[in-house]
């Protein structure tokens, strides 16, 4: 639903060539989004099967064809609704780093921190290049708040990887994944007894 709202979007801005749009999405979106080209024609051709765009050829000289698309009236429509849903809804936040978190003590502690360490400086940079993009765009501007959002995660993520980093240097204990998923409580097990 969020790719579509995107491209929907972005086609109620402006009419564009698709690779217009991929270029777009790649170069000032991807802090916005992970959608790829290949996802991006798919939407494409879903919104043009459902009448949401209509696309026209163009050529010029010996150059393949291009295709430009549209938004319709049911796409402006289909748009609007998406993005009422959008800004009411609430939307569960995955971070690809838990997976590796859970099984953090399956490597020496040493190692894991080298890692982390890494990541950290990696985020550090990361907020670096947010707060120059946010520099960019006036205070109560969309994009502005879209960006402070970025940054405020990432500050967040920042302050969080530094505690981790601090209880590991204090110690180094080995936690039992399945009981810390809840999967076995030893405890419970006692009680019943």
């Not at 564009?16 to 080209?37: A, I």
């Not at 938004?71 to 849903?85: A, D, P, Y």
């Not at 959008?86 to 490597?107: A, K, V, W």
């Not at 998923?181 to 405890?187: M, R």
Request: with cysteine.
């Amino acid at each position: 639903m969020d790719h579509t709202l995107l491209v929907l979007g972005l086609l109620k801005l402006q009419e564009m060539h698709g690779y217009q749009l991929s270029d777009l999405v790649e170069r000032r979106l991807k802090y916005l989004t992970d959608l790829k080209k290949p996802t991006l024609y798919h939407i494409l051709g879903k919104l043009e099967s459902a009448g949401d765009v209509t696309k026209s050829a163009s050529r010029e000289g010996n150059r393949p064809e291009r295709f430009t698309y549209r938004l319709t009236k049911s796409g402006t429509e289909r748009f609007e609704q998406l993005l009422r849903q959008n800004l009411q809804d609430t939307h569960d936040t995955y971070f690809n780093d838990d997976i590796g978190m859970l099984f953090l003590s399956e490597i020496p502690a040493a190692e894991a921190r080298v890692f982390l360490e890494q990541k950290r400086a990696s985020i550090k940079e990361r907020i670096e290049h947010t707060v120059d993009a946010v520099g960019k765009h006036s205070v109560g501007t969309p994009p502005y708040y879209t960006l402070r959002h970025h940054e405020m995660h990432l500050r967040t993520e920042l302050d969080w990887l530094d505690e981790l980093l601090a209880q590991m240097k204090k110690r180094a204990v080995r936690e039992d994944i399945l009981q810390c998923l809840g999967e076995t409580n030893a405890k419970k097990t006692r009680k019943k007894k």
